[in-house]
């Protein structure tokens, strides 16, 4: 393949895989969880809340092991998207993560039937953008975000207090994770959030005017919480993805100013792939 040839596949892979052109994900309705037909290791109740402006409506899964606490209490994984995170979690995994240290395991998820609530987690999980997104709206299509805010102060004020009730808690191992504008909003709370210690950004949406997170990243130089981004390696021709490259040199940098934040890559998986493997990775960390 001749050089021209090769720019433009390479042209074409971009605007492919840039956030916002992604394919829209499965919105089928879910079927029974394990919430619902139980486990062997673990115990579920549900929560459900709403918005200070009623205008979202949430259903917490709370997953509590059977196995006793530690003496200084149980790590806890907080789980954006909760309704297509909890559909993945399988009694398998549980039982791995069982033999270990167990976490108890919060999904904070939508009421809705459907695996994601696309307006409300728009709103939800992206902060105010800074680099050209018109009235904190990242993708159009009629929704809008900005409120990354308002929906922290909802998790540190009531999800987080309702979720871990009496249950002994180590609060030194508390964790987050999220995918996608998901993985935004662990990035912002990675920055603001005064309550976890340990985040996990899946493929955060960075390129929809958000990248000058990174830069505010590089600014906190004595924060002691750790990050793990995790990243699909997407190639063509065998050329890395430019996204990929940036974020894993910026990574580089934030390391060497002496933060505790590295970066996974993992080759061949896409950006809607990373949404499972980096869940199911998170939740081995997180029993270890």
Do not use: C
Request: no cysteine.
């Amino acid at each position: 393949m001749g050089y021209f040839k090769k720019s433009i596949v390479l042209v074409f892979f971009i605007l492919v895989h840039l956030p916002g052109s992604f394919a829209r994900p499965n919105m089928a309705p879910l079927g029974p969880s394990i919430a619902d037909t139980g486990s062997q290791y673990y115990t579920f109740r549900v929560i459900k809340l709403a918005s200070i402006d009623a205008q979202r409506h949430y259903k917490v899964w709370v997953a509590v092991p059977k196995k006793k606490a530690p003496a200084q209490g149980y790590p806890i994984l907080y789980l954006l998207d909760g309704n297509s995170s909890l559909s993945r979690l399988s009694e398998t995994l549980l039982k791995e993560i069982s033999d270990k240290r167990p976490p108890v395991l919060v999904f904070i998820g939508y009421n809705t039937p459907l695996p994601f609530d696309l307006k409300a987690r728009t709103y939800d999980y992206t902060p105010l953008a800074t680099e050209g997104s018109a009235n904190g709206s990242p993708m159009g299509r009629g929704r809008v975000g900005g409120g990354s805010t308002v929906f922290r102060s909802l998790l540190e004020q009531k999800i987080i207090p309702l979720s871990e009730g009496s249950l002994p808690i180590n609060s030194a191992q508390r964790a987050l994770w999220g995918h996608s504008y998901g993985g935004l909003f662990v990035i912002d709370s990675y920055l603001h959030a005064s309550r976890f210690t340990h985040f996990f950004s899946a493929s955060p949406s960075l390129s929809q005017g958000y990248r000058s997170m990174l830069a505010e990243m590089a600014r906190n130089t004595v924060n002691s919480k750790s990050m793990l981004f995790m990243e699909g390696e997407d190639k063509v021709e065998n050329i890395p993805h430019p996204h990929i490259v940036s974020l894993s040199e910026s990574v580089k940098q934030l390391a060497q100013r002496g933060l505790n934040i590295s970066i996974k890559t993992y080759p061949g998986l896409s950006h809607g792939e990373m949404f499972g493997t980096s869940l199911v990775e998170t939740i081995r960390l997180n029993s270890e």
